[in-house]
């Protein structure tokens, strides 16, 4: 796939995946979110060691779920069939940090394994060596 093509669709399935109410809202578009997925596709949450197996089990959780959701892509990197999309999404107004890595086969998502970094308050022992950042900004490239 390239890399025109690989990108477009992960930004339309990032601006349809937000959810305005818990189970969806009137305006949601959850079916073409998950128009990325293959029909076979795995979605893992290994932090938490959980797996949806197939793409109308995902629309079905998507479906569900019990919070509003919005998401800000903050970058976009891969090539070939294999992506890493850096993002915030915000549950009910509450941010977390995401990693997703999805890998393609025939242009569409075969599995996606996503991470989720809670933010932290560093510690001041460090302070001497670091910096302070503003929290992700969305990337250019993204």
Same mark, same amino acid.
């Given at each position: 796939?390239?890399?025109?093509?690989?990108?477009?669709?992960?930004?339309?399935?990032?601006?349809?995946?937000?959810?305005?109410?818990?189970?969806?809202?009137?305006?949601?578009?959850?079916?073409?979110?998950?128009?990325?997925?293959?029909?076979?596709?795995?979605?893992?949450?290994? +932090?938490?060691?959980?797996?949806?197996?197939?793409?109308? /089990?995902?629309?079905?959780?998507?479906?569900?779920?019990?919070?509003?959701?919005?998401? +800000?892509?903050?970058?976009?990197?891969?090539?070939?069939?294999?992506?890493?999309?850096?993002?915030?999404?915000?549950?009910? /107004?509450?941010?977390?940090?995401?990693?997703?890595?999805?890998?393609?086969?025939?242009?569409?998502?075969?599995?996606?394994?996503?991470?989720?970094?809670?933010?932290?308050?560093?510690?001041?022992?460090?302070? +001497?060596?670091?910096?302070?950042?503003?929290?992700?900004?969305?990337?250019?490239?993204?």
């Amino acid at each position: 796939m390239n890399e025109a093509t690989a990108r477009a669709m992960i930004k339309d399935h990032f601006d349809a995946s937000a959810i305005s109410a818990a189970g969806g809202g009137p305006g949601d578009d959850i079916v073409r979110a998950s128009e990325i997925y293959a029909d076979d596709a795995v979605l893992e949450w290994p +932090q938490g060691g959980e797996r949806i197996r197939g793409k109308a /089990d995902i629309i079905a959780f998507r479906s569900a779920y019990p919070a509003r959701l919005d998401f +800000q892509v903050h970058r976009i990197t891969g090539c070939h069939d294999l992506w890493v999309n850096e993002y915030t999404i915000r549950y009910d /107004d509450r941010p977390v940090n995401v990693v997703g890595i999805m890998e393609f086969r025939d242009g569409k998502v075969v599995r996606e394994r996503i991470y989720f970094g809670e933010p932290w308050e560093p510690p001041a022992w460090r302070a +001497q060596w670091v910096e302070g950042m503003e929290p992700a900004a969305p990337d250019a490239t993204a």
